[in-house]
């Protein structure tokens, strides 16, 4: 015990002299998730620390022998978490424990349910947390074609309270079902002008928002 205390002091270590003010922001830059918006809804217990370590993994899946995995570095999951190094072993201990037991309920059709564990496996060794995913929810977060919600990880992992996570998740659903209906509905469909400018302001700050609308603004106004 007191050898593999060592060894564990030693990789964390290693680990916290990674992390750093900006470490949160390398990590999320960029990222984004997608869930089946059935996944969305379905009924499962979790807190703030399982949402956002499953947040994180959802940026990182893979198939590897015909299972979705993913792989989440110590350092990382001490930033996204905001825990210390020398609690960080057990939080990722007692967090992967209750990911495995996890079970998921969904609805899939009027009358129809389906219920099946979120994970298959949580190894964590070397400073890696890897976990591997159950069969039952692969097709609910793995190869979305239709029906499906994309998440930005910088925003999920500023939650500080399960219930907010959730409430967001849940609003941000709704948002895309409603702006899917009224751009692809028969009659009158919701599109933008012909000459209208496009700018996707996903993970883009206030000031660049301001900047760009200025900047095209500033132009047309020349032309005339």
Known sequence: MMVENIINDKI???ISAGVGENQINNIVQGAYLTKSNKFVTAKYKSNIAENKIMALAMTRLRVEHEHVVATIEAREAMAILGVKRENLYRKLKDTSKRLVGHMFTIESAPGKFEVFPLLDKATYEKGLLTIKFSSGITPYIHNLKTSFTTYELAVLVKFEYNYSYRLYE???????????????????????????????TTGVGIADVVAFIEEKAKK???KE
């Open 170 to 200: 849940l609003l941000k659903k709704e948002i895309a079902e409603r702006d899917y209906k009224d751009s692809h509905r028969a009659v009158s469909p919701l599109k933008p002008a012909a000459d209208a400018i496009h700018f996707d």
């Open 12 to 14: 964390q270590n290693k």
């Open 220 to 222: 047309l106004l020349d």
